[in-house]
């Protein structure tokens, strides 16, 4: 960029490059090692849009079949891994596939590809086309997990163990509750991604630069070729959008807070102190300096990298705001969080399954766990049944909780008399309420721990598998 009337590499004002380009500007600005995984929705796309212009009269059939005969070498290339990107000249998919193309074909029928096309339309009708497809096997991935998730809560309903609140011992609950309680968020997360996945399968192609195409060009011709559900509306805003991807990153982050939650569980009932659950091998790994350590490598893995998800949605977030209408470079900045989050949900729904499909439980354990005082609930609604108001109940059941802290007798086993001693209205049937089954059996309203509900819930989940 040396001005016209100085020699070469006498700037003015110094510089790091001399003549028209700067090398490492090139490489700032190009997106080809990123974006060639596009390839494919590149080529496809290049060929709706070419068998659009013949049918508007714009290229004939002849140049038409040129351009698709010269594409689909141009896809085997990449498919073989023989495409050769050509260092400088390919700055992205677009350029580089074009290029390829007049090479094989000739430039002259070649050249005639772009027409009325803008690489503003094309980099996000790929962008939608690759995302939707991922989006689909992601889909696919979730039903799986939620499949083991309905599997393990029907097969281990007899398990009970305590549930927690502020991590200190609360209620019994049965382990599938708390599977579901889990399951039920992810079949959240699945139904918020199939609305997602209708909002990424639109149209952009035809929007032009920005203001339109003006060849005529059939646009509902190419939605259905390219398997999109609906248009783009707004030619402007077609160009502009990348809502799609904001979407996807949030959405893709709320799955991986509750993964993270749920990981983290999972790591407390594998500690020693809890014992639970146990990982499989292939899920955690052995200490280097510690023989007898059993670390949970994997949900570790998995609680750590919400973060990254949570950065990918954040960071873009901040690329977008402020932008002027339409296309502007920034918007590159969407496809490397893309491609990475993308890559970080699917694997981590796909490790989530592999862990839960494996790991054992250890029921003994987990009854060893309880401990009478989780059931002075049970004992103030003993109480409550007999006609006492609950606010009355809740003190009386401290009393016994406080009589047996005193005494070192669990609360279970204090006497009839020492009960009575507290309310006289207690009687012998008081013994009754001493029990984690029937505790966990009483909580028959829908959406409880007793066995109807949650064998309700499962069948609830499914449901909403589809
Ligand atoms: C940057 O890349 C775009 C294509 O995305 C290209 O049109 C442009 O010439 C490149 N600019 C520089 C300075 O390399």
């Not at 430039?107 to 989006?135: F, I, P, Y």
Request: proline share 3%; aromatic share 8%; glycine share 8%.
């Amino acid at each position: 960029m040396a001005s016209g009337s100085k020699p070469e590499g006498s700037m003015l004002w110094g510089g790091r490059f001399t003549g028209g380009l700067d090398p490492l500007m090139v490489k700032y600005n190009e997106s080809i090692y990123f974006d060639r995984v596009l390839y494919k929705q590149d080529i496809l796309g290049s060929i709706a849009f070419a068998r659009a212009n013949a049918k508007a009269g714009i290229i004939s059939q002849d140049e038409f079949q040129e351009i698709e005969r010269g594409l689909r070498e141009v896809e085997k290339e990449w498919e073989a891994g023989k495409f050769v990107i050509v260092p400088g000249v390919d700055e992205d998919i677009h350029t580089a596939n074009e290029r390829r193309l007049g090479e094989i074909i000739g430039k002259q029928v070649a050249g005639k590809l772009h027409t009325g096309r803008s690489r503003n339309e094309q980099v996000v009708c790929d962008m939608r086309m690759w995302l939707r497809d991922e989006l689909r096997q992601i889909e696919g991935h979730l039903v799986a997990f939620l499949r083991v998730v309905a599997a393990r809560a029907e097969q281990e309903i007899d398990l009970v163990m305590p549930g927690y609140t502020h991590l200190q011992r609360a209620q019994p609950i049965r382990w599938s509750h708390w599977l579901l309680s889990y399951g039920l968020a992810f079949a959240a997360d699945l139904e918020r991604l199939r609305e997602v996945i209708s909002r990424v399968n639109r149209n952009p192609l035809g929007c032009g630069a920005l203001a339109g195409n003006p060849f005529g060009l059939d646009r509902d011709m190419i939605t259905k070729e390219l398997g999109f559900d609906g248009l783009l509306w707004n030619s402007m805003g077609g160009v502009a959008d990348r809502d799609f991807v904001t979407e996807t990153l949030q959405w893709g982050s709320m799955l991986m807070q509750h993964v993270s939650r749920w990981a983290e569980d999972l790591i407390i009932y594998s500690t020693a102190e809890f014992g639970f659950v146990r990982l499989a091998d292939a899920y955690s790994t052995g200490s280097s300096l510690m023989p007898q350590k059993k670390n949970p490598d994997s949900l570790e893995l998995l609680r750590g990298k919400s973060g990254r998800a949570f950065g990918h949605m954040a960071g873009f977030m901040m690329t977008q705001k402020g932008l002027p209408s339409t296309y502007n470079k920034d918007l590159q900045e969407s496809v490397e969080p893309m491609l990475d989050h993308v890559k970080t949900v699917s694997d981590s729904i796909q490790i989530a399954n592999g862990v839960l499909a494996t790991l054992t439980t250890n029921a003994d354990k987990m009854r060893a766990a309880l401990d009478p005082f989780m059931l002075a609930t049970d004992v103030a609604d003993y109480l409550v049944r007999k006609g006492v108001p609950f606010r009355e109940t809740h003190h009386i059941s401290g009393r016994c909780v406080a009589k047996s802290e005193e005494t070192g007798i669990p609360m279970n086993e204090l006497s009839y008399e020492q009960m009575k001693a507290i309310d006289p209205r207690f009687e012998e049937d008081i013994a009754e309420a001493f029990n984690y089954d029937t505790s966990v059996e009483r909580r028959s309203a829908k959406g409880g721990t007793s066995k109807s509900s949650v064998m309700e819930q499962i069948k609830v989940l499914k449901e909403m598998l589809g």
